[in-house]
């Protein structure tokens, strides 16, 4: 229903509503929206209905080909759902329905909105709206809307509605970031069509068929994932996996309807396993060191301020390795943007990523082993502390250089580093709290916080 209002320009969901958290339940990784009141979704009864007319017309056919005959169904009823939209959209001079720009009019800001209060459908629909509207951008030929479709819905499919933080939401969020990022900030300037399609397409499915548990978690375990994809970067390989069969799978090669030739179509490929494979925090520090050999330190020495005068990219010839680092600094950027939104939003991904380390945290207990350094003291994750940790040795240094290479991304720095502070103090209220006759008045925070700044400058 939100798309209609959606679409009807009257109610798109604001911040401030109360949050429509999606119901844990039976969700499932098929990613059906949530059951209606009746009990199933209408996918579900559409594909129970095609299965018993089929298995009436099959007339005792093994179980096998019921199953294949479903497979089929459920693909042909997607392609006539599209058939049908596409229909519905007419072919006038706007011929999508949701649009960006119409969304913002309505309300919708991509900075600060709770995406999480989106149905699945809405969000799916955004997905496809970046998508058309980065190749309208990109002055490619008319991408076929059907294929972009069942592209995102494949993609949806592989994001698990039971996990907190790593879900489709988060992958919207992520697509919607790299999209302002390409767009709005500038970095689409700097990059080859291929390039800027590529990293849309490395958004989307960056995350996709993420468990909630961490490659430590999965190295520890010695999972079923580090045997198919090794103990290095296993979940980025399997992300890498699933999106790229999405793309081999008939009906699915968005950069094929986009107009990309083999050639380029093997060039985004390996673009987008580059850039995935950047997003395993454990090579932050190898990134941004052939970031800095590459373009020089920027405006990344340099304060918020400082950083907002000229791109650190003007002057450089973007050969392959170029435009490689620049989509790569774009995908981790984005992949971090939520942590440039405004404190509330950026809190409650946090609070959402508290929840998928404790469920980890609950099997590591169960399994007794220990990836988080619990036993060596280390901060909580997920705490004040560890966040302010987190901007200050990720966050901050990633979106300095993403300041520097992209100017006009400055404001996303600026709201990080805001966000940074909240953070410390937050941290330095839960030390006062927890220790008795702590002195640190509310007012004494900002003072010690200062302090605590200015030695840490001088260090
Ligand atoms: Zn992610």
Known sequence: MPRRQIAEGAAAPQQGEPGGEPAAGPGGPRGEPEPEPGGETTRRRRIRSAVRQLSFEAGGEDATSLVEAREAAFVKEKEKQAAEREAERGADESPRRVRLDSLEAAGFSPQS?????????????????????????????????LTVHTFVGRVAGHYSDEVDFHSFTHAVDVTLSAFL?????????????VDAMAILVAAMCHDAGHPGLTN?????????????????????????????????????????????????QAWASELIEFAVLGTDLSTQSTVMAEWAEMFGDGGSAAGAEGAAASS????????????????????????????AKPWAVAQHWAERL???????????????????????GSPVAGSAGAQAKFHQYVVTPIFRAAAAAFPAFNEGLEQALENERQWRCAHLLAGCASSRGCALTLMGVGRALSEAEGAEAAA
């Open 113 to 145: 909105s709770r995406l999480w209060s989106f149905d699945r459908e809405t969000e799916e629909e955004l997905m496809e709206e970046m998508l058309l509207q980065l190749a309208e951008m990109c002055g490619l030929p008319k991408m076929s809307a």
């Open 181 to 193: 990022l390409l767009t709005r900030y500038g970095g689409r300037e700097h990059l080859q069509p």
């Open 216 to 264: 430590p978690f999965q190295k520890a375990t010695q999972s079923e994932l580090v045997s198919q994809y090794g103990e290095e970067a296993t979940l980025e390989r399997m992300h890498i996996s699933i999106g790229q069969s999405i793309l081999r799978s008939p009906g699915c090669n968005v950069l094929d309807a986009a107009g990309f030739s083999a050639e380029e």
């Open 312 to 339: 650190c990219l003007c002057g450089f010839t973007m050969d392959e390795a170029a435009r490689k680092a620049v989509g790569r600094l774009l995908l981790k950027t984005a992949d971090l943007g939520c942590c």
């Open 354 to 376: 508290v929840r998928e380390t404790q469920a980890q945290t609950a099997k590591e207990l169960e399994l007794l082993v220990d990836t988080q350094g619990r036993e060596a």
